[in-house]
């Protein structure tokens, strides 16, 4: 791929934050991070972020709920009062990562395995099933397009998919855009680096294919130096399992 | 005027009894009484429950020190900088019991025990395998609307323990930045210990995030969530928790 992946989908994310919209951030998802910080510049919304209303985005610290990532914050809502603010639904948007998902959009970032045994326990879901309950629109981005992470069934429901009730609007990856037109899963725009072929090759379940298939942002130089300003350190590079160490050296 | 106490740090394993359930403050690598979790790590106490939003380095040092039966939490890890291989390891060896939570089932868990309700109802974590494998989950049915809900139920934690940025003399603390839920917390608690940075001879009543009704003692401790960050006073000491992580 000749495009930097977290460059690739900031554009791609920034993209589905609207006028006018409150979007949480969530944590440990830095690309998202970037990509609101983008969207600040141009466009009115509000963010909730280290549950802060309104703060500016410095992006220093590998932990997306530092006090030391925000500035300016408007007001302090803290955990209560973002949630009380969810479970009335008054957020409109979130970018969740999951570890797995399948083609109903359920997510799994809880165990890979048996629950009580598991092969692989994950880090959690923190709040995952929470926003898919009550946020209006829920985009999940994925980084490493991979028969690994798109499963036919996920070992466990961290959070629901469109055969419970509403699922994720949209999954955001390094190779295509799906949505769910009448609960199915469907290709709606790709990457123009691959073809069809290859994310049917990368995906463990089928998939319809839209009739108006577009293709997905690609950030050109200038778009590629307003990333590289709003993040100098790369933190958005810590999601990219070939570049994390890369930044973490700037750590050390 | 309240009973609250100061205490040193070294009086911690007389307070914090084996068997019990402890909430602990803060988020990942944010705020965690490290100061304290030390002390107990390195105390008589065992069989330990766990209950967290975010846990990474509290856990990891109590985990290692065979001291936990049980993390209930939404999440263990260290953000950008990696797993805990040490929780991971413990779970998929069966040598601990991790019961997931989300965000709102930690929250209103704490809530309910903080208002003296024994439930509190919730239409999210239903549609998720969370209500399948945490007994804090039970289905109810709304009684006005007939909706099938989630009723999630009250806990009240034998301790909670919190580090705040500071204290006054009468024991009311102040969190300086947006708080995990950490008044419900230590409402709910039995018994509330707090380190802090710093304690003055007065917080205005619009600085307090926790009265001093829900406050047991106070350790004053320069430095008490090192090497995780405590906001206004020092940020997470990212190289020190990336050595810790690459053992």
């Known amino acids: ?252 | 005027m309240k009973n609250m106490k100061i205490i040193q740090l070294n009086q911690i394993k007389d307070i914090i009894t084996s068997n019990s359930t402890i909430a602990i403050g803060g988020f990942t690598i944010n705020r965690k009484p490290i100061s304290i979790i030390k002390e107990i790590a390195e105390s008589d106490t065992n069989n330990l429950s766990l209950y967290t939003l975010a846990g990474s380095l509290d856990i990891d040092l109590l985990v290692e020190k065979s001291k936990v039966k049980k993390v209930m939490a939404a999440y263990v890890g260290y953000e950008g900088l990696g797993i805990s291989k040490i929780v991971r390891h413990a779970v998929e060896s069966g040598g601990i019991i991790f019961e997931d939570l989300t965000e709102i089932l930690y929250y209103l868990r704490l809530r309910g025990g903080a208002a003296g309700v024994p439930f509190i109802p919730t239409s999210s974590i239903i549609k998720s395998d969370i209500f399948k494998i945490n007994p804090a989950c039970k289905k109810i049915k709304d009684p006005f609307t007939k909706e099938e809900l989630c009723a999630v139920q009250s806990i009240n934690p034998d301790f909670s323990i919190i580090h705040a940025q500071k204290a006054d003399r009468d024991g009311n603390i102040l969190i300086d930045e947006p708080d995990f839920c950490e008044k419900e917390m230590a409402q709910a608690s039995k018994i509330r210990i707090f380190s802090v940075e710093k304690i003055v001879r007065k917080l205005k009543p619009r600085e307090i995030t926790i009265p001093s009704q829900f406050v047991d003692y106070i350790i004053p401790v320069k430095k008490g969530a090192y090497p995780t960050g405590c906001y206004k006073n020092y940020s997470p000491d990212i190289k020190y928790i990336l050595n810790h992580l690459a053992k």
């Open chain 1, 1 to 252: 791929m000749t495009n930097n992946i977290s460059d690739f989908l900031i554009a791609n994310l920034e993209k589905e934050i609207e006028e006018g919209m409150t979007i949480v951030q969530g944590t440990s998802t830095f690309i998202p991070l970037i990509a609101t910080k983008l969207a600040q510049k141009g466009k009115k919304i509000n963010l909730i972020g280290g549950f802060m209303m309104n703060p500016d985005i410095n992006p220093i610290i590998p932990s997306t709920f530092s006090s030391y990532n925000y500035s300016n914050g408007k007001s302090y809502l803290g955990l209560s009062g973002f949630l009380d603010m969810l479970q009335n639904k008054k957020v409109d948007l979130e970018f969740l990562r999951p570890a797995q998902v399948d083609e109903f959009g359920n997510i799994n970032n809880t165990v890979i395995g048996e629950y009580k045994k598991p092969t692989v326990r994950l880090p959690g879901g923190m709040g995952v099933d929470d926003v898919m309950t009550f946020i209006k629109k829920i985009i999940l981005y994925i980084p490493n397009h991979s028969r690994k992470v798109f499963v036919k069934k996920v070992d466990f429901v961290t959070a629901h998919g469109w055969d419970k009730g509403k699922g994720p609007d949209k999954i955001i990856t390094n190779m295509c855009v799906f949505e769910f037109p009448n609960k199915k899963v469907t290709l709606t725009a790709i990457n123009p680096e691959y073809t069809i072929e290859d994310v049917k090759r990368e995906t463990g379940f089928k998939f319809r294919i839209s009739a108006d298939m577009k293709n997905m942002i690609v950030p050109d130089e200038e778009m590629k130096k307003r990333i590289q300003e709003s993040d100098p350190l790369n933190i958005r590079d810590l999601e990219i399992k070939e570049k994390r160490e890369e930044v973490l050296k700037k750590f050390r």
